[in-house]
Structure formats: structure tokens, C-alpha cells
């Protein structure tokens, strides 16, 4: 495992620490810092990236790497990669995200990568219109829902301690990250959901920390601030994963922009906000509650939220995006697949 990006920048939360706990080797761990979020510091953080990938793939041999999802750093690393004629291993991919430029790195690394898992079947087609080999794609499902099948979660009661908070209160979990196709709009749509949460002082709130992204102090800045003046809410860089999903199991909804709402919270059966278009175009559970990023609009949202008509209908809430066994079909699938000339596979035509 190569770790780079956020995972060791400090205010981010240091989530390297995870993966020791884990008990997880790292092969290689790319420590950069970022003092700013403009355009040209995550570009520079890019390029420096690429140059720190560049050095390992140089120096040691790789049959194959795995790459999930659409993160900017995973392009440059899909990049070198191919330059290295190293296959490339893509999970998944073929999602849509319209509303930021992880769509369009997302499909530039499925173009470069040879063999794919996708998260659903519809996912799977559109890797096919892209050209890529129906024999090279298998959909076993979404990584992060099947984890929270294997995983053994925390009770409340140790939720409580180790966070040093009470559950007593209803929970939101929100985590919203920057506009990358507009992000002159970050601020104000940020904004705009703070003056709704304001409306609920019955509510308990906890943010978890933005993406690595062009404007994301705008978002860290006004986080700090609102929960230094409102006692009920909280602020955690990084819960890792095993807390972020017991809180989820304990809470009364999530509310933002991240992909966590679509993708893994209907699996505990608790509604989603989703604020604005970043998501745009994914497939979603009847428990996602789609809203424009005006206060009004998310004060709505919230009511119906806690309703007992919305939290009636998800009683019967599956998670379009679980299939059993994930993990290990993919292992399957890669243990036994010939890489020597995946590369070299030609467009797929469909009749």
C-alpha cells in the first residue's frame, strides 16, 4: 500500500494512523504539506505527487496497481502508471458525480485502467459504452457496504465515550466538501446551511472535515467557528472508518455533499440530505432526500428528516449498492487473472 494525499497532512486528521492500526503495511508513505487551497497549490500538490510515484515506480517492480475511485491524486498515480506499462486495477468506476470534476477523473482513469470493478450493474454498461472490454468489468458491489457487513461496530455507549459526547440528543452527521466545478459558490453554500442548523437547537451536530479541494478553508474556517459558539455541535477531522460508521448506526440522518450518504448510509437504514449537485447522477435509495443549497430548502429537509412518515418508509431500506462477498471476489477475480497483455486490449464496439 503507497499512502499519500490528505491521509498525513495533520488538519485532515492524520487517517495514516488508521491504516497502522489496522495492522495494514505500508510500502511507501508520501508525506507533503499543503499551506493553501487554491487552484495552483492542489496543482503543485499534484505534480509533486507524481514526481514521489515516480521515484517508487522507478525503483521496485509492480505487477499491477489498484486504484478506487476518482481523487485527484489517483489520476497522477494511474498516469505514472501507465507511462510504467503497469496494468491498472479500477474500483469503481463508471459513477457519476456531476456536480465536480471527479466525474471527469473518474472516466479518465477508467480509459486507462484495464481491469474494473464497479459498484452497480448500470455502472458496469457504462464502463462497456466506454469502450472497455464486457470480459475485463465485474460489478461485485460497493466496497464501503459490504465492509459494514464484515465490520463489528461500536455501541453507543462507546460511541459516547470515546467521542466525549451524549447521544441523548438527536444526531446529524454532516460533512460537506467544496464545489470543484463552481467554487465561488463553496462559501455561501456553506453558509447557507449553517443558518439552517442555527433553527434546531434541539439537534445535535457533528461535522467531519471537507475533501482535499480547492477552496476547502472556506469550509474548515467556518466549521471552527460555529462550533465554537454553539455548544451543540462538534468537529472531527477524521473519525476513521470504524467510528464513522458506528456513528452512523447511531445517528438520526446525514446531511451534505459526500458520497458516504449515497453510498454507504442507507445500508443502516438513516435518511441522507443530500445539499446541491455534486452527487448528481448517481443511483440512489429511496432514503436520499435531494435539496437545493438554500437555507429554506435544507430547513425543509430536515423536518421531513426526522418525520416519522420519512423514517417509517425506510424500515425495508436496501442499499442498491450491497452485494455479499465484495472483498472477495474481487481478490478472486485479480488471483486469477492473466495481467501480461491486459493492456494491449482493443476498443470495445457494441453492436
Known amino acids: 500500500m503507497i499512502v499519500c494525499g490528505s491521509h498525513g497532512i495533520k488538519k485532515f486528521g492524520d487517517s ?118 464486457p470480459k475485463n468489468i465485474f460489478c461485485f458491489g460497493g466496497l464501503g457496504a459490504s465492509n459494514i457487513k464484515e465490520m463489528n461496530l461500536l455501541s453507543k455507549t462507546l460511541v459516547e465515550r470515546k467521542l466525549r459526547i451524549s447521544l441523548l440528543k438527536k444526531t446529524l452527521l454532516i460533512t460537506l466538501h467544496p464545489l470543484t466545478l463552481n467554487n465561488s459558490n463553496t462559501k455561501s453554500h456553506f453558509l447557507n446551511l449553517l443558518d439552517s442548523l442555527k433553527k434546531f437547537k434541539n439537534l445535535q451536530f457533528v461535522f467531519t472535515a471537507p475533501n482535499l479541494e480547492v477552496n476547502h478553508n472556506n469550509i474548515f474556517n467556518l466549521i471552527k467557528s460555529f462550533v465554537k459558539n454553539y455548544d451543540n455541535a462538534y468537529f472531527y477531522a477524521s473519525l476513521g472508518t470504524e467510528m464513522y460508521y458506528s456513528l452512523l448506526n447511531h445517528c438520526a440522518g446525514v446531511v451534505g455533499n459526500s458520497s458516504s450518504g449515497i453510498l454507504e448510509a442507507p445500508s443502516f437504514k438513516v435518511g441522507t440530505i443530500n445539499i446541491g449537485n455534486r452527487q448528481g447522477g448517481r443511483i440512489q435509495a429511496k432514503s436520499i432526500i435531494n435539496c437545493a443549497p438554500v437555507s429554506k430548502e435544507i430547513t425543509k429537509s430536515i423536518k421531513k428528516l426526522l418525520s416519522a412518515k420519512f423514517k417509517d418508509r425506510l424500515k425495508n431500506l436496501k442499499n442498491p449498492y450491497y452485494k455479499k462477498n465484495t472483498v472477495h471476489n474481487i481478490l478472486r477475480i485479480i488471483s486469477k487473472k492473466d495481467l501480461t497483455n491486459i493492456n494491449k486490449e482493443k476498443f470495445y464496439e457494441q453492436n
Open 16 to 133: 495514516y494512523k488508521e491504516i497502522e492500526n489496522d495492522k495494514i503495511k505500508i510500502f511507501k508513505s508520501i508525506s507533503l504539506n499543503l499551506t493553501n487551497d487554491q487552484p495552483e497549490d492542489i496543482s503543485n500538490f499534484f505534480v509533486k505527487i507524481s514526481q514521489e510515484i515516480n521515484k517508487i515506480f522507478k525503483e521496485n517492480h509492480f505487477d499491477a496497481v489498484v486504484i478506487l475511485g476518482d481523487r485527484f491524486e489517483m489520476l497522477s498515480i494511474a498516469s505514472i502508471a501507465t507511462i510504467y506499462n503497469i496494468p491498472i486495477i479500477h474500483i469503481h468506476g463508471g459513477e457519476s458525480t456531476e456536480g465536480i470534476i471527479d466525474n471527469s477523473i473518474r472516466h479518465a482513469i477508467t480509459k486507462l485502467a484495464s481491469l474494473h470493478f464497479t459498484s452497480h450493474q448500470q455502472y458496469k454498461k457504462k464502463l462497456e459504452q466506454m469502450g472497455e472490454q
